[in-house]
């Protein structure tokens, strides 16, 4: 254990190890009280913020017993972002400057993550500094893959195409504007094969851009082959939705609308004005004309955590499905779009999720199992026009779990105008208010 802490003392201080030896008794005191903490937290996004907070408000911690590391300057609401690429709000009043949602109780290592050390309880940080730990929370997210599309990263850039993308701070604003410019032609909406955030959002833009064209008198539902505007949704999935109940009244909708529907067709190229397609099985590659297209790339864990011990054989972190425990590392835990949890990755989902995993770590922390049991709870706000969203909440295999069919019986695939609310105005309110500080449990209301 001493060898140990002399070699965390030349770490901390990024000096030779003959500096740190002269400076001993003031690095090991500095070592000892900026490095070890009894939790870390990784991630200073949706999950991250919200479990951070609600383990702060337990009383159980004194300052810096928490740590929380992130390289980010920014936290953004990226379920908003939706809204950004239909002209309802602009990226910028989605956006806050990260140290300013971490309460001062915690230590902030703005740095990246290098590596994990599980068997040591040991973080190593990008600048090679090492973080000890007795629980860890790992919570970064996953990153978007731009490159999984050939042609993609160019076209994003260029001002002149009418390639844009909502899944991305850089990127969302110009969706809208591509949007407005299309006068006739063809417009494809694109969603990949794998895991993506929010599996609902690549057909949210899509209904509001074919609602913008309809007021516009550019497209015409009844009447969709003498429209101006031809609009194609080309998914990588079999369905329109994961879930069968709301997969139905999409498939209705989208039948309704004129949607030409390309199922399991993969975006993986873009050239000009055409967009190539895998198909599944090794059928030959699709290609399509497009006067505008929106595109959704691939995702996936951060390479950190894909090729760490704590991860599974996809690459994230493995967890126990109901008490977000790792598999391996009893001390370990993940919640949030990096964990293996089979459910839709959203911000919703980390409402139901975060309180689960703080409640089983404060038991662990106690000596005791874990007790508290994720049900996959999950949702999806799903705009459906401007003025109407179809809220889809669900757990585990895709079972309905809707908040408002329970308290007073309506059904939730019909789409409302109470719900659009929620997403466009109450959702991003009560997030910057309460979620991001721990306080907020979705369904379940605020937490004391």
Known sequence: MFRSRVKLAAWTTGRSVITAQKNFATASSVSSTARNHRVVVIGCGTAGLAISHQLLRSGKFAQDDIAVVDPAAWHHYQPGWTLVGGGLKTKEELRSPLNSLINPKLKFYNDSVAAFFPEDNLVTLGNGDKVSYKQLVVAPGISVNYGSVKGLPEALASPDSLVSSIYGYDTC???????????????????????????????????????????????????????????????????????????????EMRNER????????????????????????????????????????????????????????????????????????????????ASSLPTSKTAAAITSEAPVLVHNLLR????????????????????????????????????????FGNWLGIDQAIPRRAFYHLKKDFFPWVYRKSMVKGTWAGPKGWIN
């Open 364 to 403: 662990s922390m106690e000596g005791k199992e874990p007790e508290a049991t994720y049900d996959g709870y999950t949702s999806c706000p799903l705009l459906t026009e401007y003025g109407k969203v179809l809220l889809a909440e669900f757990k585990y295999g895709g079972q309905p779990k809707e908040t």
């Open 173 to 251: 604003d110009k969706v809208f504007r591509t949007i407005e410019k299309l006068r006739k032609g063809v417009a494809i909406f694109t969603q990949p094969t794998g895991v993506i955030k929010c599996a609902g959002a690549p057909q949210k833009i899509m209904w509001l851009a074919l609602d913008y064209w309809k007021r516009a008198g550019l497209y015409d539902p009844s009447n969709h082959s003498g429209s101006m505007i031809k609009i194609n949704f080309a998914t990588g999935l079999p369905v329109m939705f994961g879930v069968p109940k709301y997969s139905a009244k999409l498939e």
């Open 258 to 337: 004129g949607v030409d529907g390309l199922f399991q067709h993969d975006l993986v190229a873009i050239e000009g004005n055409t967009a190539t397609f895998a198909r599944p099985d090794g059928k030959a590659h699709v290609t399509k004309q497009f006067d505008l297209l929106h595109v959704v790339p691939k995702m996936g864990p951060h390479p950190f955590v894909k090729n760490s011990a704590l991860a599974n054989e996809a690459g994230y972190v493995d967890v126990d499905e109901g008490t977000t425990r790792h598999n391996k590392y009893p001390n370990i835990w993940s919640a949030g779009d």
